[in-house]
C-alpha cells in the first residue's frame, strides 16, 4: 500500500526513511518543495513477499552498510514485520551479509541480507522533481532558498538533510551511467567514473544466476553502530570466531584479521570498518560463475581477490575495493580406480578429483573409503586451491612427496575468462605455474586431480626434550645436537613435527621444552626404537635436560589422523609468520654457532618445526617436470617457522614484533642457511628479496608465464609472482 510521511503524517515513518534508507518500502515520489517545512516521501510498502509491488521493478536507494546509518527497530517492525525490506530488493539482488551457519547461528533458518541499488529509476525521478520544482522557477527557487536559512535552526536543520542527500545519492549518480575509464593503468574505485555502474553490476548480478552478494563481516553484529547489530547474535559470533570452519563458510571473513586490519572483530564498543572488505562476492557454485566474475573484472578493472577457505597467512584472500570470488561453494569429488590425465597415454594411476571447494577433511574422507589417502594438509579446514599452488607439504610427503609433485591435472579459468584443463600433455607452461607458484596469481582453480595412495600403517614416537633447573644454555645445546641428527634420520624414512616453547606457553620463566612426533610409514616399533633411541640416548646422557619418549604402532594412519588433528581452531589475535628451508649444510655447521642460531630465532612464543622433507621430496619426478616451488625444497631437512602475535589494533606493538620477525628472527635463519629459501604459504611477506626467497631460479619462467597469460594484471598480490609490476598507495592500486 502507499503511505504518506512527512512531518506530520507519519512521522516516525518518515524520520525512518530520513535516516534509514530504503529499508521502509521503495520511495515512489519524492518532493523537495519546501525544505523548511521537511521532505515529503510517497512510499509504497508491502508487507507480503508476494504483494503486486514485489514485481513492478522500481528498485529502491539505501544507505544501509554504505553509511552504516542505524535505523530504529521498532518502527522497521511495526511498518515491515516480515522484513521484506531487509531481505529482497524489488528485481534485484538477493545479497546475505553471510551464512546462517556462521551469523545466525545452527539453527537459524533466516538470512540476515541487506538491501543495495539495483537501479537508478528512483534517484533519476528525484533528480526531475529537482529540475521541474527549481529549475525553471526562480520564484520558487528564492522560495526555497529563503526557507532554507530562515533561521539558524532550519539552517542547520535542512544542511544535515542535504548533506544526507549528497552522501547517499552522490556516490549512485556517479555509477548510474556506463563506467568511464578515468586510468587505464590504475584499477577501479568506488565513487570515481571509474566505478562499474549500478546497472552493471546489476547486469553481472544476472550472468551468476543471482549469486551475487555484497555481505558484511560476521562481527558486524557486534557493532551498536550499525543497523545490524544485535547482542544474541553477537554472542554467537564470539563463541565460533576461533572456528577456522566458522570463517571458511563465511563469503568475507578470514583466520587471520590481522590481514584485514583488525576492521571488524566480535569486540563490544568497537566499531568496524567496512571499507577494508571486498564489495562484492561472487558466490561461485559453477565454472561459469568464476568465468563471468574474471571477465567482468578484466573487463571494467576492477581488483579481483579469490577466497576459498580464507586460511591464508599471507593476506591474499581478501582486499578493499574489489570483487572476490568465493569458490567454497565449487563441490564435487570423484574417485577414479584408472585415471589417465586428459589427452594422455600415461600410466593409468589411482586418483581423486576434488572441486575447489572441498577441505581436506572431507577429501580424505572419500578416498579412505577406497583405502586410500593423498599428500594433503594437516589441518581439516584447509582448502586445495592456496595449498596445492604453494606446494603443499603433508603428514606424509617426506615418503610420496609435496602435494604440487602429486598434482595430475587441474581444471581452471584463466584471466583471460577461458576455462582449461592443464596437465602434462596440454598447457605445460601453466601447469609448471599452478604447482607451486602461489595463489592468486595464475587463474582460479576449479577442480584438482590428486594421485591416490594406499592409507600407511605407522611407527609412531612422541618425545620430550625438556630444560632442568635454570640451565639454558645446556638446553640449547642439547636443541642442537638434535638438530644435527635430523639428515640422517629423515634418510632413513623418518618424518614429523616437533615445536619449542616454554612448558607453560609465554611463561620465559618456564623451563623450555623440545617436543613433538615422529613416525615411519609401514614400519615397526623395533625399527623405530632402533633409528631414533641412540639420539635420544645421547642427548639425555650429555646433557641437562629431562628425555622421555614413547613408541607405539598406529595401524592405519587416516584414523589416527581423525582423532590427532581435530577441527582447525584459530586464535583472535593478530600473528604473522615466517621461515626458512634448512639444508644439510646448514644443519652441519659446529654445534655451538648452530645452537646460537636456533636460541636466536626463538620468538619468546614458539619455534614451530616440520621434518616433511626426505626422500619423496628430493628425488621427486612428478608428470609434466617439476613444478614451480623453490628448487630448496629438493636439498631441505627441515621447514622451520617462527610467528610472532601482537594484540589487535595495537600499531606500535605490531610494529615491534614484525621488525623482529623479519630482522633478527627469521633473518637467523637467513644466514644459517642463505642459499636456501622458504615456504610460500608460510613465510615473511617481508622477506627482503621476496621473489628469490620464495622460488629461487623458477621465479624468471613464472613471471613470464605471469606477463603471458595476464598481461592485465587481472590477478594481483604484493607477495606474489608479478606483485611489483604494481604499487598500491593511498588506496590506489596502479601498474609501476
Not at 640422517?488 to 616454554?502: A, D, E, F, R
Amino acid at each position: 500500500m502507499e503511505r504518506h510521511a512527512n512531518g506530520t503524517a507519519n512521522t516516525d515513518l518518515y524520520k525512518a526513511l530520513e535516516g534509514g534508507g530504503n529499508n521502509f518500502g521503495v520511495i515512489t515520489r519524492f518532493d523537495m518543495k519546501t525544505f523548511a517545512q521537511g521532505l515529503n516521501f510517497g512510499v509504497s510498502y508491502t508487507d507480503s513477499a508476494d504483494d503486486e509491488l514485489m514485481n513492478t521493478g522500481t528498485g529502491a536507494i539505501s544507505t544501509y552498510g554504505a553509511d552504516n546509518i542505524e535505523f530504529p527497530n521498532d518502527v522497521a517492525k511495526k511498518y515491515d514485520p516480515q522484513s521484506v525490506f531487509q531481505k529482497l530488493v524489488p528485481g534485484g539482488f538477493k545479497l546475505p551479509i553471510a551464512s546462517p551457519q556462521s551469523v545466525a547461528g545452527p539453527t537459524a533458518t533466516d538470512r540476515i541480507e541487506r538491501s543495495v541499488v539495483t537501479n537508478t529509476f528512483v534517484l533519476l525521478r528525484m533528480l526531475a522533481l529537482f529540475v521541474h520544482y527549481l529549475g525553471p522557477n526562480v520564484n520558487a527557487l528564492a522560495i526555497a532558498l529563503f526557507h532554507f536559512f530562515s533561521s539558524p535552526f532550519n539552517m542547520i536543520r535542512n544542511t544535515l538533510r542535504v548533506s544526507l542527500l549528497l552522501r547517499t545519492f552522490f556516490p549512485l549518480l556517479l555509477s548510474s551511467s556506463p563506467s568511464i575509464a578515468s586510468d587505464p593503468t590504475c584499477k577501479a574505485q568506488p565513487n570515481t567514473p571509474s566505478w562499474p555502474s549500478a546497472e552493471q553490476w546489476t547486469n553481472l548480478n544476472a550472468s551468476v544466476s543471482g549469486q551475487l552478494l555484497a555481505p558484511l563481516p560476521p562481527a558486524a553484529v557486534c557493532d551498536s553502530s550499525l543497523s545490524v547489530y544485535d547482542n544474541k547474535t553477537c554472542a554467537y559470533v564470539t563463541a565460533q570466531y576461533s572456528s577456522s570452519d566458522f570463517h571458511a563458510r563465511d563469503p568475507v571473513s578470514i583466520d587471520q584479521p590481522n590481514w584485514e586490519n583488525d576492521a571488524c572483530l566480535p569486540v563490544q564498543g568497537v566499531k568496524c570498518d567496512l571499507n577494508v572488505f571486498p564489495r562484492y562476492v561472487v558466490n561461485a557454485t559453477q565454472a561459469e560463475h568464476v568465468v563471468k566474475a574474471v571477465d567482468f573484472a578484466r573487463e571494467q578493472r576492477v581488483r579481483l581477490v579469490v577466497k576459498g577457505t580464507g586460511h591464508d597467512y599471507l593476506g591474499r584472500s581478501i582486499a578493499p575495493d574489489s570483487l572476490s570470488i568465493w569458490t567454497h561453494n565449487l563441490r564435487g569429488l570423484q574417485w577414479y580406480d584408472s585415471f589417465v590425465p586428459t589427452g594422455c597415454s600415461a600410466e593409468a594411476v589411482r586418483a581423486i578429483k576434488a572441486a575447489a571447494g572441498q577441505r581436506m577433511g572431507e577429501i580424505y574422507e572419500a578416498a579412505a573409503a577406497h583405502n586410500s589417502t593423498i599428500v594433503g594438509g594437516e589441518d581439516p579446514d584447509v582448502g586445495i586451491g592456496g595449498y596445492v599452488t604453494g606446494g603443499g607439504h603433508s603428514l606424509i610427503s617426506a615418503q610420496y612427496g609435496l602435494a604440487a609433485d602429486n598434482a595430475l591435472e587441474f581444471d581452471v579459468v584463466t584471466p583471460e575468462g577461458k576455462v582449461e584443463t592443464l596437465n602434462e600433455c596440454q598447457n605445460s607452461d601453466l601447469f609448471f605455474a599452478f604447482r607451486g607458484g602461489g595463489g592468486s596469481t595464475f587463474g582460479v582453480i576449479l577442480s584438482v586431480t590428486f594421485k591416490a595412495f594406499p592409507i600407511p600403517s605407522m611407527a609412531w614416537s612422541h618425545f620430550t626434550v625438556t630444560q632442568i633447573g635454570a640451565d639454558i644454555d645446556g638446553f640449547w645445546q642439547a636443541t642442537a645436537f638434535f638438530h644435527s641428527r635430523l639428515a640422517g634420520l629423515t634418510k632413513k624414512g623418518m618424518m614429523g613435527y616437533y615445536n619449542i616453547s616454554n612448558v607453560i606457553p609465554a611463561n620465559l620463566s618456564a623451563p623450555l621444552r623440545l617436543e613433538g612426533g615422529f613416525w615411519i610409514l609401514n614400519s615397526s616399533i623395533e625399527a623405530m626404537d632402533t633409528i631414533f633411541n641412540p639420539v635420544l640416548d645421547h642427548i639425555k646422557d650429555s646433557y641437562p635436560v629431562d628425555v622421555a619418549h614413547a613408541t607405539q604402532l598406529v595401524p592405519n594412519l587416516y584414523e589416527w589422523w581423525k582423532v590427532t588433528y581435530p577441527a582447525g581452531a584459530v586464535a583472535m589475535i593478530d600473528s604473522q609468520l615466517g621461515s626458512r628451508l634448512l639444508d644439510e649444510k646448514s644443519l652441519s655447521v659446529p654445534l655451538p654457532a648452530l645452537a646460537k642460531a636456533l636460541r636466536s630465532a626463538y620468538s619468546d612464543l614458539v619455534l614451530i618445526a616440520n621434518l616433511v622433507i626426505g626422500p619423496g621430496v628430493w628425488d621427486a619426478k612428478p608428470s609434466g617436470g617439476l613444478g614451480s616451488m623453490t628448487p630448496a625444497w629438493r636439498k631441505a631437512i627441515v621447514h622451520m617457522i617462527v610467528p610472532v602475535t601482537w594484540n589487535p589494533h595495537n600499531d606500535t606493538l605490531k610494529s615491534e614484533q614484525t621488525e623482529l620477525l623479519t630482522n633478527t628472527y627469521v633473518k637467523e635463519l637467513r644466514n644459517l642457511a642463505p642459499d636456501s629459501g622458504c615456504y610460500v604459504n608460510e613465510a615473511d611477506v617481508n622477506e627482503p628479496d621476496l621473489p628469490h626467497a620464495f622460488w629461487g631460479d623458477n621465479y624468471k619462467r613464472l613471471l613470464d608465464i605471469k606477463r603471458k597469460y595476464d598481461a592485465e594484471g587481472v590477478f594481483w598480490c604484493a607477495p606474489c609472482v608479478g606483485g611489483r609490476d604494481w604499487k598500491l598507495e593511498d588506496g590506489k592500486l596502479c601498474r609501476s
